[in-house]
């Protein structure tokens, strides 16, 4: 019976592996993952990049022979930028904004969710784009609470409305790990959320003793910086043991 | 009517940037500290692991994890077993803060360029470089609306800014 459990357990914890393949761009072939944070988002044959007030667009087609092809104006406060199946999820300091690139690599205004505080970044699936919005500087903090996990409906790219809205302490970077949503919420710790009803991530565990400013969710490891430096940590029994810091 | 529109632009005006003028005369208060770098880290190259001092940015390829020495380059990592990573080298790419790969070429910003790298654990090679891409500037943090520590010559140059506490700020960028 025990044994069981601990199978049960174990399956629990492993079930999901199929759907670490949500993280990033992956889907290119031969491609890295980075966190949520980045500037950069590798998709097919093009490398996008957003600074503070631009999306450029290089094309790698010939990767080691990389061609500048494009520069458009996006606003300003431009932070991250997240890509999945040619779309391109970008977070700013007033809101998230929606591309969509074709096979040429050339990007599209869709649509932006404006928030008007402080925002950090974004991560997306087919139906579902979370993002976590942080107090910063600027007056519109006070006009009402800025830390927040809002999750949107972006399955129509043109109109994405938010659905669940949930106070946070202080929220950094996302990801995708093993079916679940974890959420960095700095030196207070890392929260996991389910998602089994995708549109209300639940709260399931909130470890305290892990702070996280951003991750990369891998098959099996979970890579977490934070201020003191980069630790990895691993799935087991259900639980996230530390498999390694990072010196 | 008039009058609404008057409370209205008020309302704007309190909340605009137009109303703001930074503060230089608070103790401390978030903002971006320039990161120097003196002349012997100035060249792209190859050179022995080190350990992290200051994390930036993480990107896993395959079986090796990269990490971001913010504003200097990239610790490279054999992680194919998680539990024991292994520090391999440390590639200098002054100001470095982002990275990408695809087919084995890394991707990586180097102040206002980005550069395309083949590296391997006895060379570093700029397959190509494409000038002025990145929108990284020397002078002052690329954010808007920040405090920023006001650069100070012959300190060296100024390869990254880096988001911290800063003291007594006397540079701001609207």
Redesign the interface.
């Known amino acids: 019976m025990r044994k069981l459990l601990l199978l049960l357990l174990v399956s629990f914890c492993w079930s999901c592996t199929d759907e670490s393949g949500d993280v990033g761009f992956i889907d290119?072939?031969?491609?890295?993952?980075?966190?949520s944070?980045?500037?950069?988002?590798?998709n097919g044959e093009f490398?996008y990049?957003v600074?503070?007030?631009?999306l450029?667009v290089?094309n790698?087609s010939s990767?080691?022979?990389?061609q500048?092809q494009s520069?458009t104006p996006i606003g300003?406060?431009i932070e991250t930028i997240f890509g999945f199946k040619g779309n391109l999820f970008i977070g700013g300091?007033s809101g998230m904004k929606i591309y969509t690139v074709d096979a040429l690599g050339r990007p599209t205004y869709r649509s932006e969710f404006v928030h008007r505080t402080a925002c950090d970044p974004v991560i997306a699936n087919d139906q579902y784009a979370y993002v976590t919005t942080r107090s910063?500087?600027?007056?519109?903090n006070t006009?009402f609470e800025a830390n927040r996990l809002v999750t949107l409906d972006v399955s129509n790219l043109d109109n994405p409305f938010d659905v669940d809205q949930q106070q946070m302490i202080n929220p950094r970077g996302l990801a995708f790990f093993k079916g679940d949503l974890f959420v960095a919420e700095g030196a207070s710790g890392l929260k996991q959320f389910s998602l089994e009803d995708p549109a209300h991530p639940v709260l399931i565990h909130f470890h305290t003793d892990i702070a996280a400013n951003?991750m990369?969710a891998?098959e099996?490891?979970m890579?977490i910086?934070r201020d003191d430096?980069?630790y990895?940590f691993?799935c087991v029994d259900e639980d996230l043991e530390l498999?390694?810091p990072?010196? | 009517m008039r009058y609404t529109l008057l409370l209205l632009s008020m309302l704007v005006l309190?909340?605009g940037p137009d109303d703001?003028h930074p503060d230089f005369n608070q103790e401390s208060t978030?903002g971006f500290r320039p990161i120097y770098a003196d002349s012997s880290e100035l060249n792209i190259g190859l050179e022995s692991a080190r350990?992290?001092v200051s994390?930036g940015?993480?990107?896993?390829?395959?079986n090796?994890?990269?990490?971001n020495e913010v504003g200097k380059g990239l610790h490279v990592?054999d992680?194919t077993d998680?539990?024991?990573?292994v520090?391999k080298f440390f590639v200098t790419i002054p100001g470095n803060?982002?990275?990408?790969?695809?087919?084995?070429?890394l991707?990586a910003?180097n102040y206002d360029d980005?550069l395309?790298l083949?590296v391997s654990s006895d060379t570093v090679i700029i397959?190509?470089r494409?000038e002025d891409?990145?929108?990284f500037t020397a002078e002052f943090p690329?954010?808007?609306?920040?405090y920023f520590e006001c650069v100070e010559e012959g300190k060296g140059i100024v390869v990254g800014w880096e988001q911290t506490m800063i003291e007594k700020p006397k540079c701001y960028k609207p």
């Not at chain 1, 290119?28 to 966190?35: D, L, S």
């Not at chain 1, 600074?51 to 631009?54: A, G, L, M, P, R």
């Not at chain 2, 803060?97 to 070429?105: F, I, P, Q, T, Y």
């Open positions: 290119g072939g031969g491609v890295g993952v980075g966190g944070t980045a500037r950069f988002a590798i490398l990049i600074s503070n007030t631009d450029k290089i790698i990767v080691a022979d990389p500048y520069s300003s406060g300091q910063g500087e600027g007056c519109n006009l951003d990369i891998l099996n490891t890579i910086t430096g980069i990895q691993g498999f390694s990072i010196q | 309190a909340c703001f978030m350990n992290i994390a940015k993480i990107y896993s390829y395959g090796l994890l990269l990490v990592y992680n998680p539990r024991k990573p520090n803060h982002d990275m990408a790969m695809k087919d084995g070429v991707y910003d980005l395309a083949q397959l190509k494409l891409v990145i929108g690329s954010q808007n609306n920040v």
